[in-house]
């Protein structure tokens, strides 16, 4: 069974631009997270997505968003991009409707902003 | 209350020895604890996990430990390998919302030969 894959695994942008991410889950799962890690605030959730649908929200302002598609692939969007976005964008999928429901992560996206 | 600490930062142990990692939360909403291992350069994944309805949960070499009146939990692991070396990381969840998981700050691992 393939693993959560997630493109481009490395970015280089400069300030002001916008990026898009992508993830596409373990077959059959159906949620998908994201995640912002670094080293000074570690792991930090984005946002959750299941069925299409936004279900939970971080704290990170209205430039960081994202989508999911029918087929469960997701795409996070950063738009005016700042120096303290760069990062490792991390994305997990799960099955559904699970009681602490294992999250199987993907390497990440390591984005740069310069 | 969202928030979920973890100490030490980093730990250094001999290889045979046992290694503790120690966590601690605010929010008693939260009632499911995974503790995800990280190697470089890979994304986190699923070592063991705790509900708070039992105080200890072992898995060959890890065992949890979970004491819910004082809102801590802590991972042990036993016989300590140099191949165990990476950043561990605690968390926690609630039934509401299972999959916004919200880690400690993790813990970087050394075992030395």
């Known amino acids: 069974k393939a693993g959560v894959t997630q493109t481009p695994r490395y970015l280089i942008k400069t300030r002001g631009q916008q990026v898009t991410l992508s993830c596409s889950p373990i077959s059959g799962h159906r949620s998908v997270s994201w995640y912002q890690q670094t080293p000074g605030q570690g792991l930090q959730f984005l946002f959750e997505?299941?069925?299409?649908?936004?279900?939970n929200k971080g704290n990170f302002p209205g430039r960081f968003s994202g989508r999911q598609f029918s087929n469960s692939r997701s795409e996070m969007n950063v738009s005016t991009l700042e120096l303290g976005d760069s990062a490792l964008y991390l994305c997990?999928?799960?099955?559904?409707?699970?009681?602490?429901?294992?999250?199987?992560f993907g390497p990440g996206t390591r984005l740069t902003v310069l | 209350q969202q928030q979920v600490k973890q100490s030490p930062q980093s730990l250094i142990v001999q290889k045979g020895g046992i290694s503790i990692i120690n966590c601690a939360y605010e929010n008693t909403a939260f009632d499911y604890f995974p503790w995800y291992q990280q190697f470089p350069g890979k994304g986190p994944a699923l070592l063991i996990a705790i509900r708070p309805d039992v105080s200890e949960k072992k898995e060959g070499r890890f065992t949890i430990s979970f004491n819910k009146s004082a809102k801590q939990f802590s991972l042990h692991i036993m016989d300590s390998q140099p191949g165990d070396s990476a950043t561990y990381f605690c968390?926690?969840?609630?039934?509401?919302?299972?999959?916004?998981?919200?880690f400690g700050p993790g813990t970087s691992l050394s075992v030395i030969p």
């Open positions: 997505y299941f069925s299409e649908t936004q279900r």
């Open positions: 997990a999928s799960s099955l559904p409707w699970s009681i602490g429901n294992e999250q199987f």
């Open positions: 968390a926690a969840s609630m039934e509401t919302s299972y999959d916004k998981v919200i």
